[in-house]
């Protein structure tokens, strides 16, 4: 796959955000680019600037891990941002053919295993859902379900994250702090698609949300790349108001590319008692659900 063009952007934006203060250098009256020269980062990691030139017009095939250290350095990068230039290294070279995810051959959504989603059932203290990279809710528990009762109403969401974010109106009361949510699955989705540059459904997603919605658009053109991994997030739940949740999200060994995520709150506060009142009402509606399907 010919991924240059991913290259170049992603390694001009990351130099842009370094100044010269913070790499160590002088700083000079005369810059007429934001952050580091390509000069300043091919001294700073040894090496030619027609060297590094060559890298930054995204021509990463056959490049030592060294030569990568040595530029994820210089640019301060992340552990998320060191990881997404190493899948741009294998895409660009062929390496990740072994590492791919393998799609299973299966009509229609891909289904999860049985002993999966019993596993969900039995988490009944918060939310917990199974996604792949981009995004797709695949398998959740029955709270999870009635958290995401806005995503679930509506097919044109198809069971996906960022369909939700950026495409329907409810998500901007779901999440109060709507930015900051759209940050995080813009910067997601671009390191999903460094982890599996052959996701044809990835990239259909990624047109139609850059085609359809500004706001996406100029986040991709951004190239943040991030892992979601643990931390806490705010929610304004329709039926039982603000929620603050603590989240951990685990890869799946048996199915590589699917993670859990599964949301608490602190015990002892309001956001507690919020789950268990929406508990309450989930398990009460599937009750009245069942018995209108018993006498219906």
């Given amino acids: 796959m010919d991924n240059r063009e991913e290259v170049r952007e992603f390694l001009t934006s990351r130099r842009a955000k370094i100044s010269p203060e913070q790499a160590g250098l002088p700083t000079g009256s005369r810059r007429r680019v934001p952050g580091l020269r390509r000069s300043e980062v091919a001294a700073l990691a040894d090496m030619s600037v027609e060297y590094y030139a060559k890298l930054e017009r995204g021509n990463l095939a056959g490049v030592s891990p060294a030569v990568l250290e040595a530029v994820a350095r210089v640019l301060q990068l992340d552990d998320a941002e060191r990881a997404h230039l190493l899948n741009l290294a294998h895409a660009a070279d062929g390496t990740d053919i072994l ?146 949740l603590a989240y951990e999200s685990l890869d799946l060994a048996a199915d590589p590319g699917l993670h859990m995520t599964v949301y608490t709150a602190e015990p002892g506060t309001p956001s507690e008692e919020g789950l268990r009142l929406l508990a309450s009402l989930a398990a009460t509606e599937d009750r009245t659900l069942a018995t209108q399907h018993t006498t219906g």
């Fill in 99 to 244: 590492t791919r995810p393998r799609r299973r051959h299966t009509k229609g959504r891909q289904q999860v295993h049985r002993s999966l989603q019993w596993t969900l059932d039995a988490i009944t203290a918060g939310p917990a859902v199974v996604c792949n990279g981009r995004m797709d809710i695949l398998a959740c528990n029955p709270l999870a379900r009635a958290f995401y009762t806005d995503l679930f109403a509506h097919a044109a969401n198809q069971q996906n994250l960022a369909r939700f974010q950026f495409l329907d109106p409810a998500s901007r009361r779901f999440y109060p702090d709507w930015d900051l949510f759209a940050d995080m699955a813009v910067a997601m989705l671009h390191a999903q698609a460094g982890r599996t540059p052959y996701d044809k459904d990835l990239h259909d997603l990624i047109g139609e949300l850059s085609t359809r919605v500004e706001e996406f658009r100029t986040r991709w053109g951004a190239h943040n790349v991030r892992r979601h991994g643990t931390g806490t997030k705010r929610f304004r739940h329709p039926a039982v108001g603000e929620l603050t």
